[in-house]
Nanobody, 124 residues
Framework: QVQLVESGGGLVQAGGSLRLSCAASGRTFSNYGMGWFRQAPGKEREFVAAISWNGRSTYYPDSVKGRFTISRDNAKNTVYLQMNSLKPEDTAVYYC?????????????????WGQGTQVTVSS
């Protein structure tokens, strides 16, 4: 089992920045690719960013590319999501997830473990 705990969410004005953190415990963190997803009220959970086990590969959808950056520190068992130039449409609950699948994974169903989520609200 892998336990994931997100932090860093909050209320920010449009154009501002936030950095989310996700602390992992349990099995060896570096064995897992990591991802961030988000879910707005009434919408499906959508992919935001992914990073390979060693941090060398990352992947983003067009909606956040150039604004969000995923990174990881395997020594601290933590993955981060730096979010810049935030927009009201970025408002959602943000979840981190871990996958045993190789590479960078955008498919929600391939993730094995999920955190409880952290709320991000961007005001206009």
């Amino acid at each position: 089992q892998v336990q994931l705990v997100e932090s860093g969410g909050g209320l920010v004005q449009a154009g501002g920045s936030l950095r989310l953190s996700c602390a992992a415990s349990g099995r060896t963190f570096s064995n897992y690719g990591m991802g961030w997803f988000r879910q707005a009220p009434g919408k499906e959970r959508e992919f935001v960013a992914a990073i390979s086990w060693n941090g060398r590969s990352t992947y983003y959808p067009d909606s956040v590319k150039g604004r969000f950056t995923i990174s990881r520190d395997n020594a601290k068992n933590t993955v981060y999501l730096q979010m810049n130039s935030l927009k009201p449409e970025d408002t959602a609950v943000y979840y981190c997830a871990a996958t045993a699948s190789p590479g960078v994974i955008a498919t929600r169903s391939l993730y094995d473990y999920w955190g409880q989520g952290t709320q991000v609200t961007v005001s206009s």
